[in-house]
C-alpha cells in the first residue's frame, strides 16, 4: 500500500514556474514507478510525465515538451515535477500517481497505476 500527497500547487502567471512535490508512504518507493497526471475542468485525466523505478522517462508529450521535467529522490521517498514557461492551458489538478508493475517502463496511460493522491491545484492566470 503506498499513500501518495502532492504539493506545490498555486496561482501563477503565465510564463512563470512552479514546482510540484509528491511524497509517498512506505520504505519501497524505489519499487514504484511515478507517474503525473492532470485534469483540467470538463476534460480527461491526462498523462503529463512519469519516471520509472530506474529513472527512465519515456518521451514527453508535446503539450509539455521542454516546458516540464520529472525527477525522483529515493532517499526523501519524493516525486517532483518542475513546470516552466507556465500558459493558462496548464491549469487543472495535477495527480501524483504510483504503480508496482513489473514492466521496465513506467506505464503512459492512468490505468496503469493503482495509487494515487489527492491532487494539488494549478491556476495559470493570462
Known amino acids: 500500500q503506498v499513500q501518495l500527497v502532492e504539493s506545490g500547487g498555486g496561482l501563477v502567471q503565465s510564463g512563470g514556474s512552479l514546482r510540484l512535490s509528491c511524497e509517498a508512504s512506505g520504505r519501497t518507493f524505489s519499487r514504484y514507478h511515478m507517474g503525473w497526471f492532470r485534469q483540467a475542468p470538463e476534460k480527461e485525466r491526462e498523462w503529463v510525465l512519469c519516471i520509472s523505478r530506474r529513472g527512465f522517462i519515456p518521451k514527453s508529450p508535446d503539450s509539455v515538451k521542454g516546458r516540464f521535467t520529472i525527477f525522483r529522490d529515493n532517499a526523501k521517498n519524493a516525486v517532483n515535477l518542475q513546470m516552466k514557461f507556465l500558459k493558462p492551458e496548464d491549469t487543472a489538478t495535477y495527480y501524483c500517481?504510483?504503480?508496482?508493475?513489473?514492466?521496465?517502463?513506467?506505464?503512459?496511460?492512468?490505468?496503469?497505476?493503482?495509487?494515487w493522491g489527492k491532487g494539488t491545484l494549478v491556476t495559470i492566470s493570462s
Open positions: 500517481a504510483a504503480t508496482g508493475d513489473a514492466a521496465n517502463m513506467c506505464p503512459t496511460d492512468r490505468t496503469g497505476y493503482n495509487y
